[in-house]
């Protein structure tokens, strides 16, 4: 009986030895032994942000979630920035882009609009950074009324404030080597 307990001891002692050496090799593989990646230094980057409102006018192609831009005009209130919705059956609805940043759920009817609005000149609105604002010529209805946006970005620009800020540079090694760890809160 003695010998089984012995045999039951050694066992487990190898299990244990066989679990500890397979943990060393995987946080290894990993690139360092604590397994955490490796963050660069913080790198400047210059933010622009509009100071411009838009009103971004636009028409309904199907119900409720399908629009094209027709125009957009720059105006010198940001708070007062608008979209006007021409819908299927007639109607035109003048909609607040700060009460549908600030209360999404109240434009269900027009569900399908803060997709197109966020590819237009609008998303400088709901987003803080002009950079990101980039108009998608597959939202407009036309060329021409793409091409008024694409230059109506330049002057957004021009008017922008500017600023300098520390963004967290990239990982430099171990897992999601090259892969950048930032993250923007609205």
Excluded at 51 to 57: A, N, P, S
Excluded at 82 to 102: P, Q, Y
Excluded at 156 to 179: E, M
Aim: with cysteine; hydrophobic share 30%.
């Amino acid at each position: 009986m003695n010998k089984k307990i012995i045999t039951g001891l050694s066992l487990t002692k190898k299990i244990t030895l066989a679990t500890a050496i397979s943990a060393s090799v995987i946080l290894q593989s990993c690139g360092e032994a604590d397994a955490s990646p490796r963050i660069k230094d913080a790198q400047q980057e210059t933010i622009y942000e509009s100071t411009k409102g838009v009103i971004t006018e636009v028409e309904e192609v199907e119900p409720g979630n399908d629009y094209k831009i027709i125009d957009e005009r720059i105006i010198d209130e940001k708070d007062k920035s608008i979209a006007i919705v021409h819908t299927l059956e007639g109607n035109v609805d003048t909609l607040s882009l700060r009460k549908m940043k600030e209360d999404n759920s109240s434009y269900t009817r027009h569900s399908g609009l803060r997709s197109i609005l966020y590819y237009s000149l609008a998303a400088s609105y709901f987003n803080r950074r002009l950079s990101n604002v980039t108009p998608n010529q597959s939202n407009y209805k036309n060329a021409s009324a793409y091409n008024k946006s694409t230059g109506l970005k330049n002057d957004l620009r021009s008017t922008a404030t500017s600023r300098r800020v520390s963004v967290p540079g990239t990982s430099s090694r171990g897992y999601g080597s090259g892969k950048s760890f930032r993250s923007f809160g609205g």
